[in-house]
C-alpha cells in the first residue's frame, strides 16, 4: 500500500500540535462540471409553446438538463400557475416539489422553485421566480394545487417566506417557539466547524 502524504510520524504541519499563525483557508467549493441540456422530444414541444401562452406575464423560458424552465415575475406566479394546470394543453396536475433556494449573498434574493409534472401528457417543468431578502413573500399556489399546502408550510419554517393567502401557516416542521430560520445559508451553526 502507498502513502501520497507523509505518513503520522513524518513532518506534517497539521499534527504537529502547534497552531497556525495564518488566516483560516477559505473552504474551496468543488468544480461540478455542468450537464448538458437534454430536453426529450415532449420538454421541447413545450417549450415551444410557452412563450406564445405566457407573453403577456413576462416569463423566461429556458431549459436545465432534462426540465424546461419558466422564470415568471411573482406577481404573474398564480395566474401563470393555474394556466398551467388547466389549459389542457399542458394539464400540469401534479406538483412535484416546491422549495426555496437561498440566493442571498450572490444576489441578495431567494428563488422559490415549482416542479411541476403531467400525468396526461408526461412531461415536466420548474416555475421559477425571484424574491427580496428583506420580507420574502408571494401569492400561495394552494387554490391551484392542493399539495402545496405542506409545501409552503416548510418553506415558511425554513427559509421565512410568507404565502399569501395560504389557510393555514403554521409551523410544520420546527417547533412554535423556534427563533430563526435554519434553511438560510446564514443561519448560525452553533458547535460547527468546517474539516
Not at 24 to 41: D, F, G, I, S
Request: hydrophobic letters at 35%.
Amino acid at each position: 500500500m502507498t502513502s501520497q502524504g507523509p505518513s503520522e510520524g513524518e513532518n506534517n504541519p497539521s499534527n504537529s500540535g502547534a497552531k497556525s499563525t495564518s488566516a483560516p483557508v477559505k473552504r474551496r467549493e468543488p468544480e461540478v462540471q455542468r450537464a448538458a441540456v437534454a430536453l426529450p422530444p415532449e420538454g421541447l414541444a413545450l417549450a415551444e409553446r410557452l412563450p406564445e401562452a405566457f407573453a403577456a406575464h413576462k416569463v423566461e423560458i429556458g431549459a436545465a438538463i432534462d426540465e424546461v424552465v419558466c422564470r415568471v415575475p411573482a406577481d404573474h406566479l398564480v395566474d401563470v400557475c393555474r394556466q398551467l394546470k388547466d389549459d389542457p394543453t399542458f394539464g400540469f396536475d401534479y406538483l412535484r416539489l416546491l422549495t426555496v433556494v437561498d440566493y442571498v449573498e450572490q444576489d441578495g434574493e431567494f428563488e422559490v422553485v415549482y416542479h411541476l409534472y403531467s400525468m396526461t401528457h408526461r412531461h415536466k417543468m420548474m416555475v421559477k421566480t425571484r424574491l427580496p431578502e428583506r420580507r420574502p413573500s408571494l401569492s400561495s399556489v394552494t387554490g391551484v394545487w392542493r399539495g402545496a399546502d405542506w409545501y409552503e408550510r416548510e418553506m415558511h419554517d425554513l427559509f421565512g417566506v410568507e404565502f399569501n393567502g395560504h389557510p393555514n401557516l403554521v409551523p410544520l416542521v420546527l417547533p412554535d417557539d423556534f427563533d430563526g430560520f435554519p434553511g438560510r445559508k446564514n443561519y448560525p451553526l452553533n458547535d460547527y466547524e468546517e474539516w
